[in-house]
């Protein structure tokens, strides 16, 4: 079956299925200055969630600089997700990181 421009999914919509992730919007894929492909991504819900107990909670603070988990090689191009991890302030488990969906337990982290 062939697409039509008009037919065709937003590379963003590939991106997000063929990473498998749930309640994720991938917001932007670009190439660093290394050839690694970096897709920034952010999850559905508006208010952040505490990354301990999963309950809504007030925004902290916010990093500069987006942390990076490594996921799959495709071919020789290393993918990256990219998120601004915010600090929440959970009324039950106090100051933590949010909440990241896109995380799995054991994935390589950097930065």
């Not at 919007?25 to 819900?45: H, M, N, Q, S």
């Not at 309950?55 to 990093?63: E, I, L």
């Not at 009324?91 to 982290?109: N, Q, S």
């Amino acid at each position: 079956m062939v697409t039509t421009p008009k037919e065709a999914p937003c590379i963003t919509t590939v991106f997000r299925r063929l990473l498998g992730v749930s309640s994720t919007v991938v917001r932007a894929v670009r190439f660093d200055r290394y050839g690694d492909l970096l897709i920034e991504v952010k999850p559905t819900w508006r208010k952040p969630r505490c990354g301990v107990c999963g309950k809504p909670a007030s925004g902290y603070d916010s990093p500069p600089e987006p942390r990076r988990w490594r996921d799959l090689c495709f071919g020789s191009t290393l993918i990256w997700l990219t998120y601004h991890v915010r600090r929440v302030d959970c009324p039950t488990c106090g100051i933590r990181v949010e909440k990241a969906r896109h995380r799995h337990p054991g994935d390589a982290e950097h930065g």
